[in-house]
Nanobody, 117 residues
Framework: QVQLVESGGGLVQAGGSLRLSCVAS???????????MHWYRQAPGKQRELVAS???????VYADSVKGRFTISRENAKNTMTLQMNSLKPEDTAVYYC????????WGQGTQVTVSS
């Protein structure tokens, strides 16, 4: 069992920044045992989409819509993955989820990000 808890969402004006965190706990001693971790988001009326991924070795992948603005990172010693979001746009408004795989998919409960114009 893996529990994922996101935090850091909120309301911000366009052009602002937010930093999301995802803390993992449960039957894993460290997220170093997990290969890939991901951030997804789901806007109202839209499908959930992949925002960014990071492997255990630190390789990253970003959606085209966030490249150059978002940075994903992980700190294995703290069982934490983060998403630094800069130059936020109203279209970034969504519920943001972290996800990983450990025998099966695990999702966090999500954190709301709202960007006002």
């Amino acid at each position: 069992q893996v529990q994922l808890v996101e935090s850091g969402g909120g309301l911000v004006q366009a052009g602002g920044s937010l930093r999301l965190s995802c803390v993992a706990s449960g039957s894993i001693a460290s997220i170093n045992a997990i290969n890939a971790m991901h951030w997804y988001r789901q806007a109202p009326g839209k499908q959930r989409e992949l925002v960014a991924s990071i492997t255990r070795g630190g390789s990253t992948v970003y959606a085209d819509s966030v490249k150059g603005r978002f940075t994903i990172s992980r700190e294995n010693a703290k069982n934490t993955m983060t998403l630094q979001m800069n130059s936020l746009k109203p279209e970034d408004t969504a519920v943001y989820y972290c996800k990983t795989y450990w025998g099966r998919d695990y999702w966090g409960q999500g954190t709301q990000v709202t960007v006002s114009s």
